[in-house]
């Protein structure tokens, strides 16, 4: 209790900011950026990150969409106290969460270190850079990826400089990384597959690095052209990575020489991508006063943690909630981690006082509906009278936004809740959903089921192939590539068994 306590404390006060500092929220197309500085330091530092965007749709040919802007990416730029507060990651400058309410990125905000580095040295800068690679990777070529490249084309990406005329320059050396290309020899198998034959934490540096020596190789040297997208195809089409790597690269031990002639030889320039033709629009408002109290309970309620602290973390929240009683989104922040806690009675409470407030507000809505579809799960309920009530709350939300990804996810969920049938109107919510979050494993994973249902395997294996190969998934078992493994033997109704009880599981 005394440790719980502590840890809440320490949390509370790393936001508490002097009086004389506000919270800035800048909006862009792509990204909503929460930071404690000034109004133009947030705008710039905003506009620095559609900037990259920008260039990365270019140098990648990736088409903006109303999709992508229909859900733009939180960026939460801490200082060094309120980040270890809700990090709780010593030694980190950030990390990136895909979430279906919303995926987010938490990075240290250090401005003065961030002006003393350089391009290639490791600063907050280049760690956000890093993690964004990661989202726009996930979500722009929803794929297959083999460790080494997941983390090289991210490194690639992030040595990154911004330059005066508005262009920028990708893909300096990452000379952090230098000890580690230099001195962590590894060979091919140890590359392409660390799995089998060298994954571990001592060898993550070495696998980081030579990651981003070989991308860098095969992205910028022309008698190599075509071969990184042969190996991605043939990897997505059901070959292991180092199979794939020789099929595509021929000479594996051919391939390591080069690389090791190419580190100690001379690099490849970094690419220049022009400025974009028209200037990115931000808008820079002031957080209200209680929602950036608010902040210290909505970081964790992002980051999560076990079940039997929320409780405690729902105490600071009432009383935050209780002192800004006319901030609608103030309450629906307190709705939310009062559910997350199982007081659903205090939730249902704190959620009729936002939709009070805001009737269209969305997070108080989708509250509302998993409130609703707790208790008749509770209940057991079978009356679909019951679940038609519930699920009006999920109806209302997305009327209120119909680009928000929960409410179609949390309406297809619930007849999975009900043990009913989904409706043909569920199952296209969840595909429209899966269109507006491809980087979301949970959305995936229940499409993929609905797909196995209905007949198509190879729609569900699609669907499972970036899941199955996750670079940083857990240690537990790789559901999602035992379901495509099944599926290519052929052995569709095994793989529906393995996934419904992996579901069941969860």
Not at 75 to 103: K, T, V
Not at 175 to 193: C, I, M, P, T, W
Not at 354 to 380: F, M, N, Q, Y
Request: glycine share 6%; proline share 6%.
């Amino acid at each position: 209790m005394r440790n719980i306590l502590s840890f809440l404390t320490v949390l509370l006060l790393a936001f508490a900011a002097p009086a004389q500092a506000e919270w800035r929220q800048a909006r862009t197309d792509h990204f909503i950026l929460t930071i404690d500085d000034t109004e133009a330091n947030a705008h710039d530092f905003a506009l620095r990150l559609e900037r990259f965007d920008t260039a990365m749709r270019r140098l990648y040919g990736v088409a903006d969409s109303p999709d992508r802007r229909a859900r733009p990416i939180a960026i939460y730029a801490l200082r060094a106290d309120p980040f270890n507060a809700a990090c709780r990651c010593p030694n980190a400058l950030g990390f990136y969460q895909q979430r279906a309410e919303g995926s987010f990125i938490f990075s240290l905000h250090d401005p003065d270190a961030d002006k003393k580095s350089k391009v290639g040295s490791w600063s907050s800068q280049a760690l956000l850079l890093h993690e964004y690679s990661h989202h726009f990777t996930f979500s722009s070529f929803p794929i297959a990826y083999p460790f080494w490249f997941v983390e090289g084309f991210a490194e690639f990406n992030a040595n990154t400089s911004f330059e005066p005329d508005g262009s920028l320059i990708i893909g300096y050396p990452a000379n952090y990384r230098a000890e580690a290309v230099q001195n962590g020899a590894l060979s091919s198998k140890q590359l392409f597959d660390p799995e089998r034959y060298g994954f571990n934490e001592n060898g993550m540096d070495r696998i980081y690095g030579r990651g981003w020596l070989l991308t860098h190789f095969l992205m910028l040297n022309k008698q190599r052209e075509g071969q990184l997208a042969t190996y991605l195809n043939a990897m997505n089409k059901g070959a292991l990575s180092l199979d794939a790597a020789g099929r595509a690269f021929g000479d594996l031990n051919k391939l390591n020489a080069q690389l090791d002639a190419y580190r100690r030889g001379k690099l490849a320039a970094p690419l220049r991508i022009p400025p974009p033709a028209t200037e990115p629009v931000v808008t820079v408002t002031t957080l209200p006063r209680g929602q950036a109290e608010m902040l210290p309970v909505r970081a964790q309620a992002l980051v999560g943690m076990a079940k039997g602290y929320w409780q405690r973390v729902a105490i600071p929240a009432g009383r935050i909630a209780a002192k800004y009683p006319d901030d609608a989104v103030v309450q629906a922040q307190w709705a939310e981690v009062e559910y997350r806690a199982g007081r659903l009675d205090r939730a249902d409470e704190a959620a009729d006082k936002a939709l009070k407030l805001k009737p269209d507000l969305v997070d108080a809505l989708v509250t509302k509906g998993r409130i609703a579809t707790s208790r008749a799960v509770e209940a057991k309920a079978t009356d679909p009278a019951i679940w038609t009530v519930a699920r009006a709350w999920l109806l209302k939300a997305n009327r209120a936004d119909p680009n928000a990804v929960m409410p179609l996810y949390l309406y297809y969920l619930s007849f999975e809740q009900a043990k009913a049938k989904p409706s043909a109107g569920a199952i296209k919510g969840l595909m429209r959903a899966q269109v507006l979050a491809p980087e979301s494993s949970a959305v995936r994973m229940s499409l993929a089921q609905q797909m196995l249902l209905d007949a198509d395997p190879a729609a569900a294996r699609a669907l499972l192939q970036p899941l199955a190969f996750a670079p940083h998934r857990g240690t537990g078992e790789n559901v999602p590539r035992k379901v495509v493994d099944l599926i290519d033997a052929g052995k569709i109704e095994d793989a529906k068994a393995a996934i419904k009880g992996d579901e069941e599981d969860d």
